[in-house]
């Protein structure tokens, strides 16, 4: 269409300036009116979460290293297994126990089966394992620390899913680098 004036205008305008002088409005894809210049939300991107994730699987393991190297080390005791439990709440899949042990005859309990991370909802096949392997009543070997004679494990040294969760959260976090965000 065009104006009294010959110029080309925009249909249902109601400014007859020419469509050349008129104001260019800049689309974001699909179409959207709104920019995301004013609203960035980085930490909300899916690199940050990743690296998030993974620098939180990191530091959980790196924490828990040390003691589980050294527990492999420690000092051993008899103990017996007096009680299990099997937590089963939304989110957790998780056995419990409870063992005494004696160290310099001062009695102890404890309930640190590993130094790994805790069992997820998926794993219940291993939670179970672990849960049927420790019956009430079951003689252990109980593996103290010689300075905190409190602190215990009945599995030492890093097990397989500690050095997983080291793993996976450096790959969450190599990962993170090649993920557009």
């Not at 469509?19 to 980085?42: D, I, N, T, W």
Request: charged share 15%; proline share 11%.
């Amino acid at each position: 269409m065009r104006c009294l004036t010959g110029q080309p205008f925009v249909c249902g305008s109601t400014s007859l300036r020419p469509l050349a002088l008129r104001p260019q409005l800049k689309r974001e894809p699909l179409g959207s009116h709104y920019s995301s210049a004013g609203l960035s939300m980085p930490f909300l991107s899916v690199p940050f979460i990743m690296m998030a994730a993974g620098a939180i699987n990191v530091a959980w393991a790196v924490a828990r290293f040390p003691r589980a190297f050294s527990s492999a080390r420690w000092p051993t005791t008899e103990g017996l297994i007096m009680a299990r439990d099997l937590d089963d709440s939304p989110g957790k899949y998780q056995p419990l126990f409870e063992y005494r042990y004696q160290v310099d005859g001062v009695p102890f309990r404890g309930s640190r089966i590993s130094f790994g991370p805790p069992f997820n909802p998926q794993a219940f096949q291993r939670a179970l394992v672990t849960y049927h392997q420790y019956p009430p009543g079951k003689a252990v070997t109980v593996y103290y620390d010689p300075q905190h004679p409190d602190r215990s494990v009945l599995e030492p040294g890093i097990n397989e899913w500690l050095g997983a969760q080291l793993v996976g959260g450096l790959v969450l976090i190599a990962l993170a680098q090649f993920v557009p965000g």
